[in-house]
């Protein structure tokens, strides 16, 4: 904005009137994807035009979660809130991990005796397999570099005693 000459007061102002209507500019966004108007967004909703009208022009604090929720599952999307303590990246992992796990798990429950589902997620465990191995095989790498820096081994020495190495002489010097 300051290239085009907007000064910082004024810049300022539009940046916050931004942030406080995100939400609402993302369901705005989504509408306008799928090609619906406000008002086939409010029959779709079984509300009326001026209510999606308000919706997609609230700010942030504005918008009811439950609203919003409904307002995308119209639009087919799955709305997942998360609420946890702050987790460094470590415990962010583990815990992605533990999801992983938890929807494979889930995965199994619809094998079931049908070939075509069999075979789906059969492919599918195949790929994920696959991927993991990939991941698991990258990060042994890192890892090990890493080891290597931290403990470096030192360069294997042979030490031999006097005997040992006149011996050793002696047999090369008949070879």
Same mark, same amino acid.
């Given at each position: 904005m300051n290239a085009i000459g907007i000064d910082k007061d004024t810049a300022s102002k539009v940046n916050e009137n931004i942030k406080n209507h995100s939400i609402s500019q993302n369901l705005t966004i989504l509408r306008a994807k799928t090609g619906l108007s406000q008002t086939e967004m409010a029959k779709k909703m079984k509300t009326s035009q001026s209510f999606i009208s308000k919706l997609e022009s609230a700010s942030n604090n504005q918008i009811k979660i439950?609203?919003?929720?409904?307002? @995308? *599952?119209? &639009?087919?999307?799955?709305?997942?809130?998360?609420? #946890?303590?702050?987790?460094? /990246? =470590?415990?962010?992992?583990?815990?992605?991990?533990?999801?992983?796990?938890?929807? @494979? *798990?889930? &995965?199994?429950?619809?094998?079931?005796?049908?070939? #075509?589902?069999?075979?789906? /997620? =059969?492919?599918?465990?195949?790929?994920?397999?696959?991927?993991?191995?990939?991941?698991?095989?990258? &990060?042994?790498?890192?890892?090990?570099?890493?080891?290597?820096?931290?403990?470096?081994?030192?360069?294997?020495?042979i030490i031999l005693d006097d005997s040992i190495a006149e011996s050793i002489e002696k047999e090369l010097a008949l070879a």
């Open positions: 439950e609203d919003m929720c409904t307002y @995308l *599952a119209t &639009l087919g999307y799955e709305t997942t809130i998360s609420i #946890s303590r702050p987790q460094n /990246i =470590a415990q962010k992992i583990k815990s992605t991990y533990n999801q992983l796990s938890a929807l @494979l *798990a889930e &995965l199994q429950k619809y094998a079931v005796d049908d070939d #075509s589902i069999l075979k789906g /997620i =059969a492919k599918f465990e195949l790929e994920a397999t696959h991927n993991m191995l990939n991941l698991a095989s990258t &990060l042994l790498e890192r890892s090990s570099s890493k080891m290597k820096k931290i403990y470096p081994q030192p360069e294997p020495q």
